[in-house]
Structures are given as structure tokens and as C-alpha cells.
Nanobody, 125 residues
Framework: QVQLVESGGGSVQSGGSQRLSCTTL????????MGWFRQAPGKEREGVSC????????YYADSVKGRFTISRDNAKNTLNLQMSGLKPEDTAMYYC??????????????????WGQGTQVTVSS
């Protein structure tokens, strides 16, 4: 059974940093495009960043470019998101996503995506 388990969320002050991790079980990590989405209350889920299964291609939403860095550790089957310069508008539930040899950027509408349960990030001003 495929499982994605996020960790690293919590509360942080504006301008601070936080690192999210997604540990995967039950899949051949090297074959999966991995990404992060987020959803704030009353808003649609939006793609934040992704890295394709080859590791050669990455995507960042305009709102996080220059502040967030995505990386993958194939040896540990783990996806990371280093967030810096956090803003109150970054407050959301962050979800890890996996798509077998999928395209990056990823579409939240895809039925081929496996989702984690999410981890809350709260940025206070």
C-alpha cells in the first residue's frame, strides 16, 4: 500500500524558515514525480512546487519562487521542501503528492496522484 507521510509543519513567525519532509512507503520512489500542494481555508488546492521523477526538472509557483526549494533524496525515499522568508499568506495545509512518471508541474485534478494527509503550516505576522 502506498503511503505518503508529511512532517515538519507547525507555527512560525513571518520571515522565518521551515522544512517540510515527505516520507514515502510502498512505491518505487525513483519512478515518481513528487510535489507539494497547499490549501488555505476557503481556497482551492494549489501547486507549490514539484520535481520530476528524473530529478532534472523542477517547478515553483510564482508566489514561492526564490523562497522555497524542493529536493528529493532517492536513497531515503524522501521529498523535502525548504521554506524561507515565510509570509502569513503561506499559511495553509501542505500536501505531499506522488505521480508515477508524471509531468511537472502537477495538476491537482489528476486522478493519478497519490496524496499525503497533509501538515499544517501557520505563519504569524
Amino acid at each position: 500500500q502506498v503511503q505518503l507521510v508529511e512532517s515538519g509543519g507547525g507555527s512560525v513567525q513571518s520571515g522565518g524558515s521551515q522544512r517540510l519532509s515527505c516520507t514515502t512507503l510502498g512505491l518505487t520512489f525513483d519512478d515518481y514525480t513528487m510535489g507539494w500542494f497547499r490549501q488555505a481555508p476557503g481556497k482551492e488546492r494549489e501547486g507549490v512546487s514539484c520535481i520530476d521523477w528524473t530529478g532534472a526538472s523542477t517547478y515553483y509557483a510564482d508566489s514561492v519562487k526564490g523562497r522555497f526549494t524542493i529536493s528529493r533524496d532517492n536513497a531515503k525515499n524522501t521529498l523535502n521542501l525548504q521554506m524561507s522568508g515565510l509570509k502569513p499568506e503561506d499559511t495553509a495545509m501542505y500536501y505531499c503528492a506522488a505521480h508515477f512518471q508524471g509531468a511537472c508541474p502537477m495538476s491537482s485534478a489528476s486522478m493519478m496522484i497519490t496524496w499525503g494527509q497533509g501538515t499544517q503550516v501557520t505563519v504569524s505576522s
